[in-house]
């Protein structure tokens, strides 16, 4: 029987070769990918687009909660926006009007993340409880005003860091957690269907911290995590990550498909966003930022989102900036924290409405802003 001693050389050994064969695998993907998005882009002549400082001013703001707000999302359909925060409350917005259609308070008080349900009819949301909570929308609130729960999903090891509902399945929502597993639920049953790494090899190996599901293929969805790699997963096979894209240098905050499918974005710790090839598994673009002034470090990136053609991507930092990026010229064409009546606070989330006719960024100064684009059609 091998000693301690003999197992750990043999695991520092294997390690090492997993490090070499990765950096060869690394220099040769750079070999083969012999230019970026930006690169190709200029040398087609294209310009970056080009903004006025009112054409994403501030329309309104959501006040009402009276801690950081950690999380929000909006209906697929209609113009409803729920947001998740440090007050133990999920709040229901409609953005037309700025009114609180539901407030509801939280067993739990320290919620990470929210989302509706396809038909808007349900919010699902998870935190440091290990669990995911369901509420039904339409459910009568009993005499303290408080909304029961009407699930509640419980077997994750860890808090829950991300949920999405799986597109046109109101019994189908995805969860990611610090147990670096993500699962996928029937909300009906509460029961697990598949769970997606753990034991598995080709399983994460740090906390996951976020998710995005593919809406042109709803079998496909990708996972963000502290081990700094995006996992890409298919809900038919359970057993192992059918790809892992590697580039980021720190956690991965947030993790967001581009519009057609085929690619997607990420935000990370290391304060840059990327674009990746979903089938090749190659980095197409670096998002780079220049350091904080006032210290010389690079903002946190903790949220990203798509314009509706993908043109344009936008990503909120913990110094409270939300830069627009032009994704085809990698450049920054609008700071939104720089605008009038722009957040207080670190930028912790935002989300386009479903149409990209809306902007809605969430911010620990306790509030959430709207900002409306009349051209989004063209972007």
């Known amino acids: 029987m091998a000693s301690v001693a003999e197992l750990k050389e043999k695991h520092a050994a294997a390690t090492a070769s997993v490090n070499s064969l990765r950096e060869r695998l690394r220099q040769r993907?750079?070999?083969?990918?012999?230019?970026?998005?930006?690169?190709?882009?200029?040398?087609?002549?294209?310009?970056?687009?080009?903004?006025?400082?009112?054409?994403?001013?501030?329309?309104?703001?959501?006040?009402?909660?009276?801690?950081?707000?950690?999380?929000?999302?909006?209906?697929?359909?209609?113009?409803?926006?729920?947001?998740?925060?440090?007050?133990?409350?999920?709040?229901?917005?409609?953005?037309?009007?700025?009114?609180?259609?539901?407030?509801?308070?939280?067993?739990?008080?320290?919620?990470?993340?929210?989302?509706?349900?396809?038909?808007?009819?349900?919010?699902?949301?998870?935190?440091?409880?290990?669990?995911?909570?369901?509420?039904n929308l339409s459910s009568q609130a009993d005499r303290d005003g408080n909304m029961p729960v009407?699930?509640?999903?419980?077997?994750?090891?860890?808090?829950?860091?991300?949920?999405?509902?799986?597109?046109?399945?109101?019994?189908?929502?995805?969860?990611?957690?610090?147990?670096?597993?993500?699962?996928?639920?029937?909300?009906?049953?509460?029961?697990?269907?598949?769970?997606?790494?753990?034991?598995?090899?080709?399983?994460?190996?740090?906390?996951?911290?976020?998710?995005?599901?593919?809406?042109?293929?709803?079998?496909?969805?990708?996972?963000?995590?502290?081990?700094?790699?995006?996992?890409?997963?298919?809900l038919r096979i359970a057993s192992r990550a059918v790809r892992t894209y590697h580039g980021h240098e720190g956690d991965i905050n947030s993790v967001k498909f581009f519009p057609d499918g085929q690619r997607f974005g990420t935000g990370s710790d290391d304060g840059t966003?990327?674009?990746?090839?979903?089938?090749?598994?190659?980095?197409?673009?670096?998002?780079?930022?220049?350091?904080?002034?006032?210290?010389?470090?690079?903002?946190?990136?903790?949220?990203?989102a798509f314009s509706i053609s993908g043109r344009l991507l936008f990503a909120g930092y913990s110094n409270g900036d939300c830069y627009v990026w032009d994704t085809l010229l990698a450049e920054m064409v609008l700071n939104l924290g720089t605008l009038q009546n722009s957040h207080e606070g670190r930028i912790s989330c935002l989300g386009l409405s479903s149409d990209g006719s809306a902007l809605c960024t969430g911010s620990w100064d306790k509030n959430l802003k709207l900002r409306g684009m009349a051209w989004h059609e063209l972007l």
């Open 150 to 234: 009407s699930r509640v999903l419980t077997g994750h090891k860890g808090y829950v860091s991300s949920c999405q509902y799986v597109p046109d399945q109101e019994t189908r929502l995805i969860t990611g957690s610090g147990d670096q597993t993500c699962v996928l639920w029937d909300v009906t049953t509460g029961q697990r269907i598949s769970i997606f790494g753990g034991e598995f090899p080709s399983g994460h190996t740090a906390d996951v911290l976020s998710l995005s599901i593919n809406s042109l293929n709803t079998n496909m969805f990708i996972s963000g995590s502290c081990d700094t790699t995006v996992r890409l997963w298919d």
């Open 273 to 304: 966003c990327r674009l990746f090839d979903m089938r090749t598994g190659h980095q197409l673009q670096v998002y780079n930022r220049e350091p904080d002034r006032n210290d010389n470090e690079l903002p946190i990136v903790t949220s990203v």
């Open 29 to 135: 993907r750079q070999t083969l990918l012999d230019t970026d998005v930006e690169k190709y882009s200029k040398a087609q002549g294209r310009t970056a687009v080009s903004f006025n400082p009112t054409d994403l001013v501030c329309c309104r703001t959501l006040q009402g909660h009276s801690g950081k707000v950690y999380s929000l999302d909006w209906t697929p359909e209609k113009n409803w926006i729920v947001s998740a925060s440090q007050d133990g409350r999920l709040i229901v917005w409609n953005a037309l009007t700025s009114q609180k259609t539901h407030a509801i308070k939280l067993h739990c008080p320290w919620v990470m993340t929210c989302a509706f349900a396809p038909n808007g009819q349900s919010v699902a949301c998870g935190g440091l409880d290990s669990a995911c909570s369901i509420f």
